[in-house]
């Protein structure tokens, strides 16, 4: 008879260490995002909205008459025409940049805010040697700059409207071939010489003063250049004649030549940025605050709740007794019993204690008078030294019971 052997054991694989659990991080983060949800939302709409505010359009960031602004009084269009026509624009960086164009040959410099020049720098631009075959056009000057650029040129008061558009009313080949323009504003009187041209009320609101090859054209205002007026009238006829006579054309920009160049001050920072981002700063505060407003944790009315469990006073009485014998507060115990006697034995004995102890000389009088005691025994149990043992403390209980029964006695 044969046996089988069993199989030779093989020793079983250690069990794997279990995978820790994800749970908890799961809890944990679910949590967090629970927590943290609505300020995320909220962050997430402020930044929202002010991306929407800062890319809505505000107002034009070039000034009027700039050949860069799309706007109703800038002069864009009249630019472009030009520049169609072959005329090379461009503006004018600083004071220096003026002074170039001033020498050039061959070039138109249109000053479209002369008055802001200094009067430092006025002098200096108005010295210098003016290049062959140019032409200046001021834009409605005052006089300092008629006495600079164009000496004997007088201005005079403003144009009031007619409704109606001025002529020419002269010979000059520009304002003949535009006809009727919608220029107003400033009026001027020349000398003898001087062409001036579309007279309102015995003044002229064009004048050209033509030395050798150079010209000077003083305009009332800048009106026929804009792009709202450019096309009504002869505006256009009269804007490329008088801008388009020569290859090169300069404009004086306020930004380039302004008011901190004029008034001798640096620019700071402000004054590169947009008057739109400061009521866009604004609004975001405004959100801001609102948001705060609304998210803040504000306190309600009190509530009154059920009581899981009822706690007797006695309890109560006993866990606070228990406390006071714990940190050896005799002192604060026997106080506490002693302020609660007095406010009774006074409402005992009808004396007033609307709020606090009642008065001391009243309380212990009174209590005298009812209880037949000499005074400086109740004032040494009312308002005596602190026990000094626990059997002290207990003593006082007990006299200061005696005592609220006796005056409660009729």
Known sequence: MTVTAPPPAT??????????????????????????????????????????????????????????????HGTRAVDQLLQRHGISSRTASRTDDLAAALRADDTTVVLTYPDELSYQHLAGLSALPRGERTRLVLIAPEQPLLNAFAPGVTASSYAEPTGTAPTPSCTLPEAREAGAVDLGGQSYEGRPGDTACYPVGGRDLLLSRTRGTQQVVVLGNGDPLTNRYLDKEGNAALALGLLGAHPHLVWQTLDQVDHATSTGRPKSLGDHIPDGWYWGTLQLLVAGLLAVAWRARRLGPVLTERLPAVVRASETTEGRARLYRRANARGHAAETLRRAARRRTAAALGLPHTSGDPDPTALLEAAAARLGRPTADLQHLLYGPAPTDDAALLRLANELDDMEWQVRQP
């Open 11 to 72: 020793a079983e694989a250690a069990p794997a260490a279990p995978p820790a659990d994800p749970a908890p991080a799961r809890s944990r983060l679910r949590a967090h995002w629970r927590r943290s949800r609505w300020w995320l939302l909220s962050v997430l709409v402020l930044l929202l909205v002010g991306g929407l505010i800062a890319g809505i359009p505000g107002g034009s960031v070039h000034d009027p008459l700039d050949p860069r602004s799309g706007d109703p």
